[in-house]
């Protein structure tokens, strides 16, 4: 059986941003703590939430060096390294693996796109490159391509290929995935809103959105899955059903990071060519924000 990275809840960080679109490392460093003092169980660095495709390589060494430094060994640390250029995934890789990252996450290649083939060809020669294990992230309504079972099953033979974040939305595909992998795949929900349904078939778990603004909440999920509390697991899931959905009612990380601002914790909005919500839209997430007793 492979490593197991983590159980529970994980946070695609957001990035949060000063007014002339520079990175704010001092709200992040904060982030980082209310994560962790709140129960997250990992903490994703430089996934779609937290823009990477937007940033400089040396924001992205920054955001990371200063998560493993406060992190302090607490919990696990995901880095997002995917590119559509292989070479370029296994640089930056290498250099999350220098850094300190517990595993790296490598969305599948967006607009060149590939083949079946070319995604095993792809995610092998990455995971040949370091020694710290990979998770898949398969996010078609992105980057138009998607991992399918078969391709899966001969990617989890990789011994350092050990996990994927899985968002196509597809759980019947998903269960053939689980069921043709077995202990050599594991699988986190990648949509805050099907985490119970994919825990309930094998899913360890989620990489969270909604963990952003609700940590100890989306941790309380989670863990009654893990503790075969159906019940329980349910009722959170329907609890927190249109807040998760609030928040990618535009496009994600627009909505979390107003919310963030919302809260307080001054995240700034994000870097072109993603704009701020409508003023309607806006209102209506601060009005699911309120029934939830956050505002």
Avoid at 99 to 110: E, H, I, K, R, S
Wanted: hydrophobic share 40%; proline share 4%; net charge negative.
């Amino acid at each position: 059986m492979k490593k197991v990275i983590f159980e529970g809840a994980a946070v695609a960080l957001v990035t949060p941003l000063y007014e002339d679109g520079s990175v704010n490392y001092d709200v992040y460093e904060k982030l980082v703590d209310f994560q962790i003092e709140n129960g997250t169980d990992a903490l994703v660095v430089m996934g779609t939430t937290g823009e990477s495709v937007c940033m400089h390589n040396e924001e992205r060494e920054r955001l990371v060096d200063i998560t493993v430094q406060r992190a302090k060994g607490r919990v696990p640390i995901i880095v997002g390294t995917g590119s559509n250029d292989t070479n370029y995934s296994i640089m930056r890789s290498k250099k999350a693996e220098e850094l300190g990252a517990d595993a790296v996450l490598c969305v599948t290649p967006y607009y060149n796109k590939t083949s079946q083939d070319g995604l095993v060809q792809h995610y092998n020669m990455i995971a040949d490159s370091i020694d710290i294990p990979v998770i898949l992230y398969n996010v078609p309504s992105r980057t138009g391509v998607n991992i399918k079972p078969d391709t899966y099953y001969r990617l989890s033979k990789h011994p350092n290929i050990v996990a994927t974040k899985e968002a196509n939305g597809d759980i019947s595909s998903v269960a053939k995935t689980i069921s043709l992998c077995g202990d050599d795949l594991t699988v986190y929900s990648g949509n805050d809103d099907q985490t119970v349904p994919l825990m309930s078939l094998g899913a360890k778990g989620v990489i969270s959105v909604f963990s952003n603004i609700m940590p100890r909440e989306c941790h309380a999920l989670t863990q009654a899955m893990l503790n075969s509390d159906i019940r329980e697991g349910s009722r959170l899931q329907l609890k927190y059903l249109e807040l998760m959905n609030a928040l990618f009612m535009d496009v994600n990380p627009i909505p979390v990071k107003a919310a963030m601002n919302l809260l307080g914790y001054n995240c700034g909005n994000c870097r072109m060519p993603l704009v701020p919500m409508a003023d309607g839209e806006l209102e209506k997430l601060k009005s699911c924000m309120k029934k939830y007793g956050l505002l």
